[in-house]
């Protein structure tokens, strides 16, 4: 390069530097950052990935503010706009969305913004994009370069397809000359390839991040007791932001309720829920008003927030993309955060149908070929789930980067605490033999049934069909019922099990099982009992020096100006920002823009305001202010007292009704239930008659011993849904804590 050159690039970094310092208060740029922006500078086609927290936003946002030109970003959906545009304009940055959210006022204040040319950024929707009217308004406007924000969507093999982004590639036919810039958190070598062809890119700059979020601590346990193990993991992160992923709409409801039961502020959002409740519930969480989201995979590419300390996936979700992309909502600050699945051979079998299902009466080859994708996905999730290898190592290596660390210290696999079971191919061949008795005998059976024979449980079906006189029968009896049914299904993801399709699926041996049954391979059976609840998260150093009530005291300031000003917390300030002003606990303007995250605009909107809690709090508390790191003491969290739930507790063990605890109390009846479901597990009462009368407890349990299902709705359509949830589960409740 020449002198010049070299001059030229120098200043150009300077104006780049000092751009992302007015606007956002960053100090430097990620890795590939500064490339992605060159290429947007220069207009010239890129494919950008970088992981989800990896600041893909700023590669876009920083060339139309330099430039002084009108870029156009083009997002799924609104809420995630709304959230872009609120952050960039709490940072002074001119940026607008279009969406149908906006009344004919608001539309004409944007449009006459962008007509005048003080509008940097615009977001809208790939249909809107497309039609006719807004076309020229691109071409009025002489816009020259477009940002696709989740490009993966306009793939086939990737995780979220979108038939409407496929319309995209018509951009560089429509308008020539423009750049297009795709941008993706997750995207193997595969999936890069196909956005780069269907968009139509021009020799782009492909940029790769490095997939590894080394701030998560990653560990996929077996799913043995879904309730206690999600309790045991939020109750980590008191007052803190978790979600909780399920597969289904019920699965969500029954969760958050469970989690209301127990003292835990959680809510459930899915995609059939009335939109303007599933906005509040978003607004809430986002505002800092709600702990714990619950939620199916609806919920997410909506949300922005930084501060997601913990994320629990309570089922295997259907790939490795959606896997990093929920994950990845986790810690986006760059602090640490912790990422749990309760992961069960059932729910590969549960996606497959649901694939399967969809594809029902599909002649088309296009929805055949989708199918398909989806099932070779789902196997490669599948594979990350039953093999003891590094998860960071695993996923670096599904998305194409190598790990080059031979420990990362992070997971459950380096941190010793995922364990073979010992006599693991002794206890297979108890398994596959008894799997393999039946078949001979032409009564196979589903997976409830072989753990009661192996448990030696004494049912009606067992008694029924004389298979307590099996040689079988009570060979694993030492084990808990949850227990072996997670061995089984172990077996049935190793292929030694195979398993039927339909309503009612049992099982058979698979053509690998006569080896292990002849003793010539050995199983490898993970320890259900050792991995069964989570390890606690080890705090990390991004708490040092950081004094833990004013950081609260702070957290609580940002919530109530959010709320005044009507959005999400992290928009306000982010927690990096507030731990650094709880650290550096700054007096004056001159050292409050020290604090990472604290721009111009910021700065003197904000600042005056945090300032003076700031110097409030440490007069009171006699802290020293404008100080580099003082290490406080780490202060235990308190647990919220709960006293209508400890009143009903009480009530409960002198055998009053639900309707006498809810009079009492002041709780709705279906939240008492709840915490009938809490006593009966916990105090395992002999009987449960001063709650559900004998004949009715008689029917859900036979239904349950039918069904060989302890899940609620199939008891509840059993009964042709004439027995309320509430009583069913109190019984389900009952038999599986006395079964203990």
Not at 59 to 70: A, E, G, H, K, S
Not at 210 to 234: C, G
Not at 408 to 427: P, R
Not at 684 to 696: G, L, S, T
Request: with cysteine; glycine share 6%; proline share 4%.
């Amino acid at each position: 390069m020449s002198t010049t050159g070299a001059v030229a690039a120098d200043e150009q970094e300077t104006r780049i530097l000092k751009t992302v310092r007015r606007f956002w208060g960053f100090d430097r740029l990620w890795p590939r950052q500064r490339e992605a922006i060159q290429a947007g500078l220069e207009r010239r086609d890129s494919m950008v990935v970088m992981p989800t927290g990896g600041g893909k936003s700023l590669c876009y946002q920083v060339p139309p503010i330099l430039q002084q030109r009108t870029d156009i970003v083009v997002s799924p959906l609104i809420s995630l706009m709304k959230d872009q545009v609120d952050g960039l304009r709490a940072c002074g940055y001119p940026a607008e969305a279009i969406h149908s959210n906006l009344d004919a006022s608001e539309k004409r204040v944007i449009f006459d913004r962008l007509n005048a040319g003080e509008v940097r950024l615009l977001f809208v929707s790939p249909e809107r994009l497309v039609t006719g009217s807004f076309m020229d308004l691109v071409n009025r406007l002489g816009v020259t370069a477009f940002a696709i924000d989740e490009a993966h969507c306009i793939s086939h093999w990737g995780h979220d397809f979108r038939p409407e982004y496929r319309q995209l590639a018509m951009l560089k036919q429509r308008f020539g000359e423009v750049s297009v810039h795709a941008y993706t958190a997750t995207a193997t070598p595969r999936v890069r390839r196909d956005i780069i062809e269907q968009l139509k890119l021009d020799d782009p700059e492909v940029l790769v991040g490095n997939f590894d979020r080394a701030n998560l601590s990653y560990r996929i346990l077996p799913r043995v007791d879904l309730y206690a193990q999600v309790i045991e993991v939020i109750r980590r992160h008191p007052q803190e932001a978790v979600i909780v992923y399920c597969i289904s709409r019920n699965d969500t409801e029954t969760l958050a309720s469970v989690l209301n039961a127990n003292g835990i502020n959680a809510a459930a959002y899915h995609a059939g829920m009335d939109r303007n409740q599933r906005r509040r519930t978003q607004d809430e969480f986002a505002e800092d008003r709600l702990d714990v989201i619950v939620a199916t995979v609806a919920f997410g590419m909506g949300i922005d927030r930084s501060n997601v300390r913990c994320v629990i996936h309570a089922a295997m979700p259907k790939s490795i993309e959606h896997y990093q992309q929920e994950t990845g909502r986790a810690g986006r600050d760059g602090l640490e955060a912790e990422c749990v699945m309760l992961y069960s051979s059932a729910d590969f079998l549960k996606w497959t149908r649901l694939f399967e299902r969809s594809a029902d009466g599909a002649d088309d080859a296009d929805s055949q070929a989708i199918v398909a994708a989806q099932l070779e996905l789902l196997g490669h999730m599948q594979g990350l789930c039953s093999t003891l290898q590094c998860r960071h190592r695993a996923l670096s290596q599904y998305f194409g980067q190598e790990y080059e660390s031979p420990d990362c210290k992070a997971c459950d696999v380096c941190l010793g605490e995922a364990e073979a079971m010992a006599d693991s191919t002794a206890i297979a061949r108890k398994i596959l033999s008894c799997v393999a008795r039946l078949d001979l005998m032409d009564q196979r059976r589903g997976v409830k049934h072989i753990v009661n024979v192996l448990r030696g449980a004494n049912t009606e079906a067992v008694r029924h069909w004389r298979h307590d006189q099996l040689s079988t029968y009570g060979l694993l009896k030492d084990l808990a019922e949850k227990v072996v049914m997670n061995l089984v299904y172990q077996l049935i993801d190793l292929g030694l099990i195979d398993r039927t399709g339909g309503e009612y699926p049992v099982l058979a041996p698979s053509k690998s099982a006569g080896a292990v049954l002849r003793g010539e391979e050995e199983v490898p059976l993970v320890d259900p009992q050792v991995g069964a609840v989570a390890k606690p998260q080890a705090a990390g150093d991004s708490w040092e020096g950081v004094d833990r009530g004013l950081f609260e005291h702070l957290r609580n300031l940002r919530r109530e100006i959010a709320q005044e000003r009507s959005v999400p917390a992290y928009v306000i300030f982010g927690d990096t920002s507030l731990r650094s002003m709880a650290r550096i606990r700054p007096s004056t303007p001159e050292i409050f823009r020290n604090v990472h995250g604290v721009g111009q605009t910021k700065l003197a909107d904000l600042g005056p305001t945090f300032g003076e809690a700031i110097k409030a709090y440490c007069q009171e508390h006699d802290l020293a202010t404008d100080v580099a790191v003082i290490v406080q003491p780490e202060r235990a969290q308190p647990t919220k007292p709960n006293p209508e739930k400890e009143e009903a507790m009480r009530m409960f063990a002198r055998g009053a009704s639900v309707e006498a605890v809810a009079r009492s109390t002041g709780r709705k009846p279906s939240t008492v239930f709840g915490y009938l479901d809490e006593f009966v597990q916990a105090q395992r009462p002999d009987r449960v008659d001063a709650w559900v009368n004998d004949a009715i407890y008689k029917r859900v349990a036979e239904a349950a011993a039918v069904l060989a299902a302890d899940r609620l709705r199939p008891i509840y359509e059993y009964l042709d849904e004439t027995v309320p949830y509430e009583i069913i589960r109190v019984v389900v409740a009952h038999q599986r804590a006395t079964a203990q």
